[in-house]
């Protein structure tokens, strides 16, 4: 299957500050994929960059279009979600759903409405009425009621409650997933989204650091519980990262022989946390 | 055709209050003033004594109908004059708002393009808001005309007749929604600039919006002065700056266009709906008025652009 989305060698400057060095990916169809990195990492302007909502040098295609001169036909086929979910304030439930409904070939307004039936929110309810997890509901409630090719979500999630948010990640994957979708998902809450991500992309300094589905990451990482008694030996594979829980030493590998590493102790495949700390933790050294 | 539907209601729901509302309530009051005076004047004394019945029949009559069904619609001249100030407010903050309150993002998350968008608020500014206004001004207008009538009554004269039979009470409403091309037109540049300040401007976007083509024009006029050079201020300041901030008061072509105003002058001993009519769509013979409206329209291609490709941090 060809990529859904091809990045090669994006870069982007804002000033003297390179938020895009050099990026490259490619993202398959059907899968949810994770792109996570701390802040100012370059993930808002990778999305941005993907969504037409800037300028950058270097070739990027999604779903076939260059979202740069294609930003209109492009619009009909991915919805997204900006990392902090704003509605006017004079905006009424209804109108919402109406207008929608009005420019957007691809909406089901049923599901929007079954959607909001779960929330308490009324019709002739404005935003400005709205508590922020409310808003929040209501632009998801939209969007998932889209049926794009691509969602983009940038913390799709802020200001929600766990209930909810748990709830939102369901519906996400029961509901609204199938093999013709892709999900681009960033957020910092890494252990909710981890168990639904196929796909991992990490990003540091405008870099990808980490491209890999989750299998491969089963494959290529292992942490190990190690024993003390081992930990000289250990140590001497070179672990891409140590720390301590409960006086035992916990080493992470990458690429490490896991029949060997199970001599040291019990291993496991690490949580995507972990991972993402130990990669990043280069730059803040 | 469906999308842009949608859009224009989108921008009635954002400013009902600013594009319905007000005019509403402006005419509220017009109408309740006229009815304080009819019932102030039923009451009318004269030296201690009610004045009575007037009765006026035959050709005075006749003259009352066709004069009031010529120029009764001049009741809803302060209406008419508050449209200019709403189009002015609104294209100010057509582009502004959603960048201020970061909503742009939402409505760039859905199959919309830019120019649909902005095109939809220039349609909003150039012909929902003012047909909107003639709508209110025609009610206004007949409301009070009826006023009128009922007050004749009263005292004694049924002036229905004399004024339902001319064809002029009919055709004036017309000929008020026939001046929308000439309104449009006039207000294109106007609608532009401020469209373009809306789009561009961070914040203060009144400030810039009047200040620049009010500051051009000044330092323009100080140089010719001060400096002697061979460039004309007022010409800037009565030409462009004119055009770039007042286009959308209605009438403005009187002011603008030579030809309008000769229009208006040469019937200056009976102006009515009719003359001020010809007289308004004589200045689209006049070629300011078709470079003005090819300026506005570059301006709305340039905040199209703008609302495309800037960006926020």
């Given at each position: 299957m060809s990529a859904i989305i091809r990045a090669s060698n994006l870069s982007k400057r804002y000033g003297k500050q390179l938020a895009l060095d050099q990026t490259s990916f490619e993202i398959q169809p059907g899968r949810i994929v994770g792109l996570i990195g701390p802040n100012g990492s370059g993930k808002t302007t990778t999305l941005k960059a993907m969504l037409g909502l800037t300028r950058f040098d270097g070739e990027l295609s999604v779903l076939g279009l260059d979202p740069r001169t294609q930003r209109d036909a492009l619009m009909n086929e991915v919805c997204f979600i900006a990392d902090v979910a704003i509605l006017p304030r004079w905006l009424k439930v209804k109108n919402a759903i109406d207008f929608v409904a009005g420019v957007?070939?691809?909406?089901d307004r049923a599901k929007a409405e079954r959607y909001l039936a779960?929330?308490?929110?009324?019709?002739?309810?404005?935003v400005k009425a709205m508590s922020k997890g409310m808003v929040v509901q209501l632009h998801l409630a939209l969007v998932m009621a889209i049926d794009a090719k691509l969602l983009v979500l940038d913390e799709?999630?802020?200001?929600?409650d766990i209930i909810y948010r748990k709830q939102f990640y369901q519906n996400l994957l029961e509901d609204y997933f199938d093999a013709d979708k892709t999900i681009l998902i960033t957020t910092h809450q890494i252990e909710e989204v981890e168990h639904i991500l196929t796909d991992l992309l990490f990003i540091e300094n405008g870099k990808i650091t980490l491209s890999a589905s989750m299998d491969e990451v089963g494959e290529r990482f292992t942490e190990v519980m190690v024993g003390p008694e081992y930990v000289g030996a250990a140590s001497a594979l070179q672990p891409m990262a140590q720390r301590t829980v409960f006086g035992k030493s916990v080493m992470l590998f990458d690429g490490a022989d896991r029949t060997q590493l199970a001599r040291f102790g019990d291993t496991r495949t690490p949580s995507v946390a972990d991972l993402f700390v130990a990669t990043m933790k280069g730059s803040y050294a | 055709m469906n999308t842009m539907k949608w859009l224009i209601k989108r921008e009635l729901w954002e400013n009902k209050g600013m594009l319905f509302w007000a005019p509403v309530v402006m005419a509220c009051v017009l109408l309740a003033i006229a009815l304080a005076a009819l019932i102030a004047g039923h009451n009318m004394q004269y030296d201690g004594n009610h004045i009575g019945m007037v009765v006026i029949a035959g050709k005075p009559l006749e003259a009352f109908g066709a004069g009031a069904a010529k120029?009764?619609?001049?009741?809803g001249m302060p209406v008419l004059m508050m449209l200019g100030f709403l189009v002015f407010f609104y294209c100010l903050g057509a582009l502004h708002d959603e960048r201020r309150d970061r909503s742009l993002l939402f409505w760039k998350s859905?199959?919309?393009?830019d120019a649909m968008t902005v095109l939809s608020k220039a349609a909003t500014a150039l012909v929902v808001a003012p047909l909107i206004v003639f709508g209110i001004i025609i009610v206004l207008s007949l409301l009070m005309l009826a006023l009128t009538c009922i007050g004749l009554m009263v005292h004694g004269t049924n002036a229905f007749g004399a004024v339902l039979s001319q064809a002029d009470f009919y055709v004036s409403p017309l000929r008020l929604v026939g001046l929308l091309p000439v309104y449009l037109l006039c207000a294109l540049p106007t609608v532009g600039w401020l469209l373009l300040v809306s789009s561009w401007a961070r914040s203060k976007v009144f400030l810039w919006a009047v200040g620049v083509p009010l500051a051009i024009g000044l330092l323009i006029l100080w140089s010719q002065r001060a400096l002697g050079l061979d460039i004309d201020g007022t010409w800037f300041l009565s030409t462009i700056t004119t055009r770039a901030l007042l286009g959308v008061v209605p009438g403005a072509w009187f002011l603008f266009e030579k030809i309008a105003r000769a229009g208006i002058l040469a019937s200056a001993e009976h102006v009515d709906g009719g003359s001020i009519f010809s007289a308004s769509w004589a200045a689209?013979?006049?070629v300011s008025l078709w470079v003005g409206a090819a300026a506005g329209v570059a301006m709305i291609a340039a905040s199209t652009w703008l609302r495309r490709w800037r960006e926020e941090n």
């Open positions: 957007h070939p691809r909406f779960n929330t308490k929110l009324t019709p002739n309810m404005k799709p999630t802020l200001g929600l | 120029v009764y619609l001049a009741a859905l199959p919309v393009s689209l013979g006049s």
